[in-house]
């Protein structure tokens, strides 16, 4: 059982805490698997100015020296690949199969990254330029559900740009975080340069809003946690980004190819069970093909084995937490109190070698009853719901109802209907033919309405967050330095 801290200028602190935070595996609530000491206000306070003071030298370097850095830091993850795969399906309850694959895409991510910034951070226009310069200090905070990938998403960009960072990862996969971080104490990096806090964000982040330190804040949770941060925020200039909840929708038209949109539903409706912020939540059918397209659902749930990531046949595992499921089951309840149908799933496993883990039924809904108050509700589990649609118009009407507005895949054989939804729904992230968690490393992570706030994450929009804009202007007829 690993025992987990904060790592702060370059030293790991026990925090404020008296007591250890213990966290069980999502598997077997009965088995212990990590106890942290949990950093206080004064902590945060001290992890920002760590930054604060580590900003010069780091802002100093070229940025070649920075790639370098990173560079570094990606290799050292891979050749650490299969131990990571490991603890995020500890910590998470994540199969195998899904913990390696973020590891993956956490490699190919950070590449990306890196050619972006391996082109400098000056642009020729004309005779004259742009200088992308670094902010200061960032506050970045991450998720449970890719406690590896999520830190290096906003990590990498962030310290390539030339600033200081303090991560305040989720209490609950903290030894994910440590290792990455123990990989960074390693590497040499100078102290207060990256900066990690275990700790309960209610107490620690207004304590670093109010240190007036922090130039830019980066987030990735709830809908109700990014509008608390910016409540905090108020009129400080302090920028800010949020990747927050969502209820994606799949339009599925009568011309379909109904296999591969009813695949692309199960797989990105079950996958991390249900836990990823870009899965698909509600599945709008147009009606001539929605008793086909339901049994082929159901079909395909039926083969879902639940265990956990042990047993190799396991296609979903548990979900993060015995609360976590407690809000996954309300929700079922209280969708099925509003005139919801369960027509598979819907309870916890009966199977006792299940019954200690934090399991939930792959589950399906029909004949949702409240439908707005459904696509409010983000249930961040394994749940789906299928509703019928009369026609194409009303297939849009519904896939653009609630407040949420990230990811929306329409399947259709007829090209301009595709593009008549892509360029209607509100969604900042579109997908042809394609589930909804589907992306590219290159192309922003956008979320539209309440999911999401400020410049969008990905890609060279991970630059412009990150960085300032210097507009340079010489006479005309002299060179601009590149």
Known sequence: MKTCRSYIAGNWHNGAAEEYFELSDPADQRVV?????????????????????????????????????????????????????????????????????????????????????????????????????????????????FPLSAIMRKLVPALLAGNTAVVKASELTPQTSVKLFELVDDLGVEPGVANLLIADGRDSVPAMVNSGVLAAISVTGSTETGDAILKVIGRRNIRFQAEMGGSNAVVVLADANIAEAADAVVQHGFACCGQ?????????????????????VLHLVKQIAVGPATDLQTRMGPLISGAHLQRVEDAVKESVKEGARVIAGGQRPVTKHLSNGNYYEPTVLTDIGDYEAFCDREIFGPVIALIRAADVADALQKANTGHYGLSFSVFTGDMQVAEHFVSQVNAGMCHINLPTGYRDNGLPLSGWNESGRGIPECGRFARDFFTRTKAIYHATGQAAPV
Not at 48 to 57: E, L, V, Y
């Open 33 to 145: 698997v990590s106890k942290s000491l949990h950093a206080g206000p004064a902590d945060a306070v001290s992890a920002s100015r760590a930054a604060s003071q580590a900003w010069p030298h780091w802002r100093s370097l070229a940025v070649s020296q920075r790639v370098a850095f990173v560079e570094r830091l990606s290799a050292r993850i891979a050749q650490h690949a299969e131990s990571f795969a490991e603890t995020i399906s500890l910590e998470t309850g994540k199969t195998l199969e899904e913990a390696a694959q973020e590891v993956d895409a956490t490699e190919l991510e950070t590449r990306t990254q890196l050619d972006i910034f391996r082109q400098g951070s000056v642009e020729a226009i004309g005779s004259h330029r742009i200088s992308y310069e670094p902010l200061g200090v960032v506050l970045l905070i991450t998720p449970s559900n």
């Open 276 to 296: 990823w912020c870009t899965g698909t939540t509600r599945v709008i059918v147009e009606a001539s093909v929605m008793e086909e397209f339901t049994q082929v």
